[in-house]
C-alpha cells in the first residue's frame, strides 16, 4: 500500500529504522497525521510506516492505538497551547488586545481537540477527558482575563470567546480561509466592548 507524503515522513526521512528514538518518532507521526488526516483515518500500519518502525516495536511502546491518541492530544497540548496562549500572557499588552490575540493565532485544520472529540464518537475514551481537560483549560484562561478586564460577567464572556474562536476554527478549516477569524475577532471585540466598562 502507498501512502501519501506527510511531513512527519519527511522529518524522518533519513533517521535510522526501529532502534534509538523509535517511541518519538511513533509520536512525531501520529501528531502529525493526526492532525493532518484524522484519527479514524490514520492506522497502525501508516503510523509505523511513518516513523520507521515494525507494527511490533510500535506495540512495544503503546499498548493500543486509543494509547497513542491520548498521547498526540497531551503533546498537542504542550506544543499548541503555549502559542495559543501567549496573547493570554502577554502582561505587556492591554487585557482586550490579549483577548482578541487569540484569535490571530492560525490553526489550519481546526482545533486538535475539537477534531478528536468529533471522530470519537466513544464518551468514555480516555482521550476525550484529554480533550475536555484541555478545552476547560482554555475557557479558564479567557475567564481569568475577562476578569482583568473588569467584565461584568467574566465567566459569560470567557465562554462566548471560546466558542467565537471554536467556531472560526472550524468554518476556517472547513473554507480553507482565515476569513472566519477575522469575523470572530470584529464579534469578538463587540462583546468584550459591552461586557466590559
Known amino acids: 500500500m502507498t501512502t501519501k507524503t506527510t511531513r512527519a515522513d519527511e522529518q524522518v526521512r533519513g533517521e535510522t529504522k526501529g ?19 484524522g ?7 501508516q503510523l509505523a510506516e511513518v516513523a520507521h518502525v515494525s507494527k511490533r516495536t510500535l506495540y512495544q511502546h503503546f499498548a493500543s492505538k486509543d494509547e497513542i491518541i491520548v498521547e498526540y492530544l497531551g503533546r498537542v497540548g504542550e506544543q499548541r497551547l503555549p502559542g495559543l496562549a501567549e496573547p493570554l ?5 492591554p487585557v482586550r488586545d490579549r483577548l482578541l490575540g487569540i484569535f490571530d493565532v492560525g ?3 481546526g482545533c486538535p481537540f475539537v477534531n478528536a472529540a468529533t471522530e470519537l464518537a466513544d464518551t468514555e475514551h ?5 480533550c475536555t481537560a484541555q478545552k476547560q483549560t482554555f475557557i479558564d484562561a479567557l475567564i481569568a482575563l475577562a476578569t482583568e478586564a473588569g467584565a461584568r460577567d467574566p465567566g459569560k464572556l470567557g465562554h462566548q470567546l471560546a466558542v467565537l474562536y471554536d ?15 477575522e469575523y470572530a475577532r470584529a464579534a469578538a471585540a463587540a462583546l468584550i466592548d459591552l461586557a466590559t466598562p
Open 107 to 109: 490553526a489550519p485544520r
Open 19 to 37: 532502534g534509538r528514538g523509535a517511541r518519538e518518532r511513533i509520536l512525531r507521526a501520529a501528531t502529525d497525521l493526526f492532525y493532518e488526516q
Open 39 to 45: 484519527i479514524a483515518a490514520t492506522g497502525i500500519e
Open 167 to 181: 467556531g472560526a476554527s472550524a468554518q476556517g478549516a472547513a473554507l480553507n480561509s482565515t476569513e472566519p477569524a
Open 89 to 93: 500572557r502577554d502582561s505587556g499588552r
Open 126 to 130: 480516555p482521550a476525550r477527558a484529554v
